[in-house]
Protein backbone atom coordinates (compact mmCIF):
# COMPACT_ATOMS: atom_id res chain seq x y z
CA UNK A 1 0.00 0.00 0.00
CA UNK A 2 2.86 2.50 0.68
CA UNK A 3 4.55 1.67 -2.09
CA UNK A 4 1.23 2.51 -4.78
CA UNK A 5 0.69 5.95 -2.22
CA UNK A 6 4.63 6.14 -3.38
CA UNK A 7 4.51 5.49 -6.86
CA UNK A 8 1.00 7.76 -7.22
CA UNK A 9 2.76 10.55 -5.51
CA UNK A 10 5.99 10.05 -7.81
CA UNK A 11 3.98 10.20 -10.45
CA UNK A 12 1.42 13.60 -9.32
CA UNK A 13 4.40 14.94 -8.75
CA UNK A 14 6.17 14.70 -12.11
CA UNK A 15 3.06 15.41 -13.79
CA UNK A 16 2.84 18.66 -11.90
CA UNK A 17 6.62 19.69 -13.10
CA UNK A 18 5.59 18.30 -16.41
CA UNK A 19 3.13 21.03 -16.79
CA UNK A 20 5.03 24.02 -15.65
CA UNK A 21 7.74 23.41 -17.67
CA UNK A 22 5.58 22.51 -20.91
CA UNK A 23 3.92 26.01 -20.03
CA UNK A 24 6.93 27.99 -20.00
CA UNK A 25 8.46 26.66 -22.81
CA UNK A 26 5.38 27.52 -24.82
CA UNK A 27 5.55 31.03 -23.49
CA UNK A 28 9.21 30.85 -24.84
CA UNK A 29 8.71 29.84 -28.31
CA UNK A 30 5.68 32.45 -28.95
CA UNK A 31 8.21 35.35 -27.14
CA UNK A 32 11.08 33.88 -29.68
CA UNK A 33 8.05 34.21 -32.60
CA UNK A 34 7.44 37.70 -31.99
CA UNK A 35 11.73 38.19 -31.51
CA UNK A 36 11.50 36.84 -35.02
CA UNK A 37 8.48 38.87 -36.51
CA UNK A 38 10.40 41.94 -34.84
CA UNK A 39 13.56 41.44 -36.46
CA UNK A 40 12.34 41.05 -39.88
CA UNK A 41 10.18 44.16 -39.27
CA UNK A 42 13.36 46.30 -38.45
CA UNK A 43 15.12 44.67 -41.02
CA UNK A 44 12.54 45.74 -43.41
CA UNK A 45 12.05 48.74 -42.62
CA UNK A 46 16.32 49.39 -42.67
CA UNK A 47 16.25 48.14 -46.29
CA UNK A 48 13.10 50.74 -46.84
CA UNK A 49 15.29 53.42 -44.64
CA UNK A 50 18.50 52.45 -47.49
CA UNK A 51 16.54 52.76 -50.43
CA UNK A 52 15.15 55.89 -49.64
CA UNK A 53 18.61 57.26 -48.52
CA UNK A 54 19.73 56.49 -52.10
CA UNK A 55 17.20 57.70 -53.79
CA UNK A 56 17.53 61.00 -51.81
CA UNK A 57 21.05 60.70 -52.83
CA UNK A 58 20.01 61.03 -56.37
CA UNK A 59 18.09 63.34 -56.10
CA UNK A 60 20.44 65.54 -54.54
CA UNK A 61 22.88 65.12 -57.34
CA UNK A 62 20.44 65.48 -60.16
CA UNK A 63 19.26 69.09 -58.47
CA UNK A 64 22.88 69.71 -58.04
CA UNK A 65 23.74 69.33 -61.67
CA UNK A 66 20.67 71.21 -62.62
CA UNK A 67 21.82 74.03 -60.14
CA UNK A 68 25.22 74.07 -62.01
CA UNK A 69 23.55 74.32 -65.68
CA UNK A 70 21.56 76.98 -64.69
CA UNK A 71 23.93 78.90 -63.21
CA UNK A 72 26.15 78.49 -66.11
CA UNK A 73 23.30 79.71 -68.33
CA UNK A 74 22.81 82.76 -66.43
CA UNK A 75 26.42 83.53 -66.42
CA UNK A 76 26.58 82.79 -70.24
CA UNK A 77 23.69 85.01 -70.47
CA UNK A 78 24.87 88.03 -68.48
CA UNK A 79 28.34 87.76 -70.27
CA UNK A 80 26.51 87.88 -73.64
CA UNK A 81 25.59 91.21 -74.99
CA UNK A 82 22.22 92.43 -74.80
CA UNK A 83 19.92 92.46 -77.95
CA UNK A 84 20.06 95.83 -79.85
CA UNK A 85 16.60 97.47 -80.15
CA UNK A 86 16.29 99.16 -83.35
CA UNK A 87 13.42 101.88 -83.62
CA UNK A 88 11.44 102.74 -86.20
CA UNK A 89 12.55 105.15 -88.87
CA UNK A 90 11.09 108.59 -87.83
CA UNK A 91 9.00 109.96 -90.00
CA UNK A 92 10.02 111.23 -93.37
CA UNK A 93 8.34 114.49 -94.57
CA UNK A 94 9.48 114.14 -98.24
CA UNK A 95 7.39 110.75 -98.07
CA UNK A 96 4.69 111.85 -96.20
CA UNK A 97 5.95 110.07 -93.14
CA UNK A 98 4.23 111.03 -89.90
CA UNK A 99 1.40 113.47 -89.70
CA UNK A 100 1.19 115.06 -93.23
CA UNK A 101 -0.73 118.20 -93.68
CA UNK A 102 -3.10 118.17 -96.48
CA UNK A 103 -3.48 114.54 -96.54
CA UNK A 104 -6.74 112.29 -95.49
CA UNK A 105 -3.97 109.62 -94.20
CA UNK A 106 -0.60 109.13 -91.88
CA UNK A 107 1.73 106.50 -92.11
CA UNK A 108 1.99 103.87 -88.68
CA UNK A 109 4.35 101.03 -88.75
CA UNK A 110 3.09 97.65 -88.93
CA UNK A 111 4.28 96.10 -85.50
CA UNK A 112 1.87 98.85 -83.88
CA UNK A 113 -1.14 97.69 -85.66
CA UNK A 114 -1.81 95.16 -83.01
CA UNK A 115 -2.69 97.93 -80.22
CA UNK A 116 -4.83 98.95 -82.71
CA UNK A 117 -8.67 99.16 -82.38
CA UNK A 118 -11.10 99.35 -85.06
CA UNK A 119 -14.72 98.15 -85.63
CA UNK A 120 -14.40 95.01 -87.82
CA UNK A 121 -18.31 94.40 -88.72
CA UNK A 122 -21.35 96.10 -89.62
CA UNK A 123 -24.07 94.16 -91.02
CA UNK A 124 -22.34 91.18 -91.30
CA UNK A 125 -19.62 92.17 -93.16
CA UNK A 126 -16.08 94.75 -92.88
CA UNK A 127 -16.41 97.48 -92.38
CA UNK A 128 -14.36 100.42 -94.71
CA UNK A 129 -12.07 101.53 -91.78
CA UNK A 130 -10.90 97.53 -91.32
CA UNK A 131 -10.80 96.82 -94.89
CA UNK A 132 -8.73 99.96 -95.56
CA UNK A 133 -6.26 99.47 -92.37
CA UNK A 134 -5.56 96.03 -93.82
CA UNK A 135 -5.17 97.38 -97.25
CA UNK A 136 -7.05 94.82 -98.72
CA UNK A 137 -8.28 95.13 -102.28
CA UNK A 138 -11.70 94.92 -103.34
CA UNK A 139 -11.31 90.80 -104.09
CA UNK A 140 -9.80 90.44 -100.82
CA UNK A 141 -12.54 92.52 -99.41
CA UNK A 142 -15.25 90.49 -101.25
CA UNK A 143 -13.65 87.09 -100.12
CA UNK A 144 -13.27 87.73 -96.50
CA UNK A 145 -16.89 88.84 -96.63
CA UNK A 146 -17.84 85.58 -97.75
CA UNK A 147 -15.42 83.95 -95.22
CA UNK A 148 -17.52 85.68 -92.44
CA UNK A 149 -20.38 84.83 -94.27
CA UNK A 150 -20.05 81.10 -94.29
CA UNK A 151 -19.01 81.15 -90.45
CA UNK A 152 -21.51 82.99 -89.13
CA UNK A 153 -24.12 80.68 -91.25
CA UNK A 154 -22.43 77.33 -89.73
CA UNK A 155 -22.29 78.51 -86.62
CA UNK A 156 -26.60 79.83 -86.23
CA UNK A 157 -26.85 76.20 -88.26
CA UNK A 158 -25.61 74.62 -85.65
CA UNK A 159 -27.40 76.44 -83.00
CA UNK A 160 -30.67 76.08 -84.94
CA UNK A 161 -30.05 72.50 -84.69
CA UNK A 162 -29.11 72.06 -81.23
CA UNK A 163 -31.63 74.87 -79.67
CA UNK A 164 -34.49 73.30 -76.92
CA UNK A 165 -37.14 75.32 -75.77
CA UNK A 166 -37.32 74.98 -71.80
CA UNK A 167 -39.28 76.87 -69.18
CA UNK A 168 -37.16 80.06 -67.94
CA UNK A 169 -35.30 79.51 -64.71
CA UNK A 170 -37.05 79.69 -61.48
CA UNK A 171 -35.42 82.76 -60.43
CA UNK A 172 -35.60 84.50 -63.76
CA UNK A 173 -39.41 84.70 -63.02
CA UNK A 174 -38.81 85.99 -59.96
CA UNK A 175 -36.41 88.39 -60.47
CA UNK A 176 -38.48 92.21 -60.70
CA UNK A 177 -38.08 93.76 -64.23
CA UNK A 178 -40.77 96.68 -64.29
CA UNK A 179 -43.35 96.53 -62.20
CA UNK A 180 -44.80 94.03 -63.03
CA UNK A 181 -43.51 90.57 -65.46
CA UNK A 182 -45.85 89.92 -67.75
CA UNK A 183 -44.07 86.79 -69.86
CA UNK A 184 -40.85 84.88 -70.29
CA UNK A 185 -39.16 82.76 -73.02
CA UNK A 186 -36.02 80.65 -72.72
CA UNK A 187 -34.18 77.99 -74.86
CA UNK A 188 -31.07 76.02 -73.55
CA UNK A 189 -28.39 75.59 -76.64
CA UNK A 190 -25.65 73.38 -75.48
CA UNK A 191 -21.73 73.68 -75.92
CA UNK A 192 -20.97 74.20 -79.63
CA UNK A 193 -17.18 74.01 -79.78
CA UNK A 194 -16.75 70.55 -81.18
CA UNK A 195 -18.99 72.02 -84.35
CA UNK A 196 -17.78 75.23 -84.57
CA UNK A 197 -14.19 74.50 -83.97
CA UNK A 198 -13.49 73.25 -87.41
CA UNK A 199 -15.31 75.86 -89.06
CA UNK A 200 -12.94 78.46 -87.28
CA UNK A 201 -10.23 76.70 -88.38
CA UNK A 202 -11.43 76.67 -91.92
CA UNK A 203 -12.04 80.31 -91.70
CA UNK A 204 -8.44 80.85 -90.62
CA UNK A 205 -7.07 78.71 -92.66
CA UNK A 206 -8.66 80.23 -95.58
CA UNK A 207 -7.93 84.05 -94.33
CA UNK A 208 -4.64 83.21 -94.64
CA UNK A 209 -4.83 82.20 -97.94
CA UNK A 210 -6.44 85.20 -99.19
CA UNK A 211 -4.36 88.19 -97.23
CA UNK A 212 -1.10 86.23 -96.01
CA UNK A 213 0.58 85.65 -92.64
CA UNK A 214 0.34 88.86 -91.53
CA UNK A 215 -2.55 90.49 -92.15
CA UNK A 216 -3.98 87.02 -91.50
CA UNK A 217 -2.97 87.53 -88.25
CA UNK A 218 -4.17 90.45 -87.53
CA UNK A 219 -7.70 89.92 -88.70
CA UNK A 220 -7.82 86.76 -87.11
CA UNK A 221 -6.88 88.99 -83.97
CA UNK A 222 -9.71 91.62 -84.29
CA UNK A 223 -12.02 88.26 -85.04
CA UNK A 224 -11.43 86.71 -81.76
CA UNK A 225 -12.10 89.87 -79.61
CA UNK A 226 -15.75 90.59 -82.24
CA UNK A 227 -16.65 86.67 -81.46
CA UNK A 228 -16.05 86.99 -77.56
CA UNK A 229 -18.24 90.50 -77.19
CA UNK A 230 -20.62 90.10 -79.76
CA UNK A 231 -21.24 86.41 -80.65
CA UNK A 232 -21.17 84.25 -76.98
CA UNK A 233 -17.85 83.47 -78.61
CA UNK A 234 -19.55 81.04 -81.26
CA UNK A 235 -21.32 79.47 -78.59
CA UNK A 236 -18.18 77.82 -76.92
CA UNK A 237 -20.23 77.28 -73.75
CA UNK A 238 -23.54 75.93 -73.02
CA UNK A 239 -25.95 78.55 -72.22
CA UNK A 240 -29.07 79.47 -71.73
CA UNK A 241 -31.04 82.79 -73.48
CA UNK A 242 -34.26 84.37 -72.92
CA UNK A 243 -36.14 86.94 -72.75
CA UNK A 244 -38.69 88.39 -70.31
CA UNK A 245 -41.09 91.48 -71.04
CA UNK A 246 -43.05 93.60 -68.53
CA UNK A 247 -45.08 96.41 -67.95
CA UNK A 248 -43.18 99.72 -66.33
CA UNK A 249 -45.24 101.74 -63.48
CA UNK A 250 -46.42 104.35 -66.50
CA UNK A 251 -47.95 101.42 -68.39
CA UNK A 252 -45.36 101.26 -70.86
CA UNK A 253 -43.87 97.57 -71.92
CA UNK A 254 -39.91 97.11 -71.89
CA UNK A 255 -38.08 93.82 -73.10
CA UNK A 256 -35.33 92.14 -70.92
CA UNK A 257 -32.75 89.94 -72.31
CA UNK A 258 -30.92 87.32 -69.82
CA UNK A 259 -28.48 84.68 -70.97
CA UNK A 260 -26.77 82.16 -68.63
CA UNK A 261 -23.84 80.97 -68.99
CA UNK A 262 -20.18 80.57 -67.15
CA UNK A 263 -19.29 83.76 -68.39
CA UNK A 264 -22.51 85.71 -67.01
CA UNK A 265 -23.02 83.50 -64.30
CA UNK A 266 -26.55 82.37 -63.41
CA UNK A 267 -28.09 85.06 -65.12
CA UNK A 268 -27.47 88.92 -66.34
CA UNK A 269 -30.17 90.98 -67.70
CA UNK A 270 -30.37 93.86 -70.04
CA UNK A 271 -32.79 96.14 -71.22
CA UNK A 272 -33.76 95.80 -74.42
CA UNK A 273 -33.15 99.75 -76.13
CA UNK A 274 -35.62 100.91 -79.30
CA UNK A 275 -32.79 101.29 -81.25
CA UNK A 276 -31.13 98.21 -81.29
CA UNK A 277 -28.83 97.29 -84.04
CA UNK A 278 -31.10 95.01 -86.28
CA UNK A 279 -27.76 92.82 -86.83
CA UNK A 280 -26.96 92.30 -82.92
CA UNK A 281 -27.06 88.92 -81.36
CA UNK A 282 -30.23 90.41 -78.97
CA UNK A 283 -32.19 90.93 -81.98
CA UNK A 284 -31.29 87.50 -84.12
CA UNK A 285 -32.15 85.83 -80.87
CA UNK A 286 -35.56 88.00 -80.57
CA UNK A 287 -36.44 87.13 -84.12
CA UNK A 288 -35.34 83.16 -83.38
CA UNK A 289 -37.72 82.82 -80.27
CA UNK A 290 -40.64 85.22 -81.79
CA UNK A 291 -40.24 87.90 -79.17
CA UNK A 292 -41.91 91.51 -80.39
CA UNK A 293 -38.92 94.00 -79.20
CA UNK A 294 -39.70 97.88 -78.45
CA UNK A 295 -39.84 99.68 -81.35
CA UNK A 296 -40.68 96.97 -83.72
CA UNK A 297 -44.25 96.83 -85.16
Known amino acids: MKKLLLIALTAGLTFFVWTRQHAHCRSIILENERLATTLNDMEARARRADSARETAEHLSDDLRAQLTTRKAVIAQAAASEPPVYTPPAKPDASRQGGWPGNTPYFYLPKEYLTNAHYKLLE ?20 TVNQLFNDLFSQFRQLEVNNLIRITPPEWWQGATFGAKLESAVACQIPALSAGVDAARQSFSQQL ?6 SRAQLLNQETDAYLFQHMDNLGADERVIGFLTATENDGSHTVWYGISDARHGGGSFQRVPADLAPDSQIAYYANLLGVQLPGKQ
Do not use: K, V
Request: no cysteine; charged share 20%; aromatic share 0%.
Open 123 to 142: GGRLTDEAATLLGMSPAERS
Open 208 to 213: QQTLGN
